[in-house]
């Protein structure tokens, strides 16, 4: 593999891993004067920003998956070791060191309609909601530590993808005021990382005798990960490569990348995935490199394992359209006995209305997400929407059809956001909740300026799947997730 190679699957991996974040700084819209504070606790840093006609309320903006340790510093800090370096741009910091982006995720619009903003970089890389809570609580203490900022009357919480899971455990877990989940991973930790899981098995069972072609690790455990160096992702690509011929290209000996050409349609048809070769390896990476971060991880799992597929537990003859291909993979799939760090995982997160915190929530939640999105597949939206109505809760959800993960315009986020404020704000949530027609004529209204199918691509007729028609229910998910 050429340096040029290298150099490409480093940069695409990086991206992929930190889904959810944006690459610019956010900073205030024109016409309106902010103040920004920085802080830190429980590892973690942050980030707040008030403009100057406050309204009272602090929506707190979590961001993507990332495992990249070097981005837990401060904003606008280079991310390197030893003295902190202050930063405005990546050219102030040595040797090609990043300056360190809290970001908002474009959300700073939220800015010019009143709202203070604060951005977290948590203190755990990866599957951070095992601590995330925590990390959020600090922007609150800081704030209530430091008078001349101001208390917030209302607490609102959003993100997106990983940021999902984490808005999606402090509605569980948290006394807030309102959630905006983005796109969000928000099936439940258990539901999540078994269908990761799942992706692993399908890949072992297609890939085992292919020379260089097998990981080492068991497949509930997940592969070691040093990721600042990039080199893990490279030798996942490469691996993956080898037998499935993506991302990087198929063999150049015509008998094995026909067989290689096979193990990837065979690969698609018993995952059912949605996205394209190169994002074959990006779903793989998550299945090795960030399944390891969180269960090999002292503080997290501690190397307790989470998988559960054992028979008679789990039947896979029924799963695809290929009934053949499913006995065979049903008779040869790695079996494994309930894992002793699923109870661990069931808490970050338990998506499950009827019980502690989330029993109590009496606020409207809004939420959107991408009917055709291939990483945070719509079925785990359908989990938590389900486990509202199990729960009594008031949430509206929209989609948008465009293709990617996450992949928001401006004008769909600000219809969504000025419809939730709308809700927010009157007397009667029950008789005021919007209709996901409303958020999307919203979107094509004067206001936002939208047009549709070009910035506003709301999915009207689209209904999500079930996850229990992906992937065979475990006993120890949530009711909003069983058959």
């Known amino acids: 593999m050429t340096l040029h190679l290298s150099i490409a699957l480093r940069g695409a991996f990086a991206l992929i891993f930190c889904a959810g974040s944006a690459s610019a700084f956010d900073d205030c819209p024109a016409g309106v004067t902010c103040t920004e504070y920085k802080g830190s606790g429980n590892g973690g840093y942050f980030r707040i920003t008030v403009p100057q006609d406050w309204d009272g309320d602090l929506v707190l903006i979590n961001h993507g998956f990332d495992l990249d340790k070097s981005s837990i510093r401060g904003h606008e800090t280079c991310r390197q070791s030893g003295t902190p370096i202050p930063c405005q741009q990546d050219s102030d910091c040595p040797d090609d060191v990043i300056c360190n982006n809290i970001t908002y995720l474009g959300l700073d619009l939220l800015l010019a309609e009143g709202k203070a903003v604060a951005a977290s970089t948590?203190?755990?890389?990866?599957?951070?909601?095992?601590?995330?809570?925590?990390?959020?609580?600090?922007?609150?203490?800081?704030?209530?530590?430091?008078?001349?900022i101001g208390r917030p009357e209302r607490v609102i919480v959003t993100g997106g993808s990983l940021g999902g899971a984490v808005t999606a455990d402090a509605v569980m877990r948290m006394k807030i005021d309102g959630a905006v989940p983005l796109c969000g991973a928000v099936g439940g930790g258990l539901q999540t990382w078994d269908t990761a899981n799942e992706v692993r098995l399908v890949y072992d069972f297609l890939c085992q005798g292919v020379q260089d072609g097998t990981f080492n690790s068991p497949p509930d455990v997940g592969e070691p990960t040093s990721f600042n160096s990039g080199n893990d992702a490279i030798e996942m690509a490469v691996t993956v490569n080898t037998c499935l011929g993506v991302p990087i290209g198929p063999s150049e000996d015509p008998m094995e990348a026909a067989a290689q050409a096979d193990r990837l349609a065979d690969f698609y048809e018993i995952t059912r995935f949605a996205g394209s070769n190169f994002e074959v390896a990006a779903a793989m990476g998550f299945a090795t490199l960030g399944m390891g971060d969180f269960v090999r991880d002292a503080d997290r799992l501690g190397g307790k394992r989470?998988?559960?597929?054992?028979?008679?537990?789990?039947?896979?003859?029924?799963?695809?359209?290929?009934?053949?291909?499913?006995?065979?993979?049903?008779?040869?799939?790695?079996?494994?006995t309930r894992g002793a760090g699923r109870a661990a995982l069931s808490k970050a997160t338990l998506i499950d209305f009827t019980k502690g915190k989330g029993k109590a929530v009496d606020y409207p939640i809004l939420s959107m997400a991408g009917s055709a999105d291939w990483l945070v597949i719509p079925e785990f939206q359908k989990v938590f929407t389900d486990a509202a109505e199990i729960g009594g809760k008031l949430l509206t959800q929209a989609w948008v059809s465009t293709y990617g993960h996450c992949t928001f315009t401006e004008e769909e986020t600000t219809a969504l956001f000025l419809e939730y404020f709308e809700w927010l704000d009157s007397a009667d949530h029950a008789a005021t909740q919007p209709t996901h027609a409303e958020i999307a004529a919203r979107c094509v209204s004067a206001e936002v300026g939208g047009v549709e199918g070009d910035t506003c691509n709301f999915d009207l007729d689209f209904e999500p799947g079930e996850l229990h028609d992906r992937i065979p229910a475990r006993a120890d998910w949530v009711p909003a997730a069983q058959p």
């Open 122 to 148: 948590y203190s755990e890389t990866g599957w951070a909601v095992f601590d995330s809570r925590k990390d959020l609580k600090e922007i609150l203490k800081f704030m209530k530590k430091h008078p001349d």
């Open 306 to 336: 989470i998988g559960w597929n054992a028979q008679p537990d789990l039947d896979y003859t029924s799963i695809g359209e290929n009934p053949a291909l499913a006995a065979q993979y049903d008779a040869a799939v790695q079996r494994m």
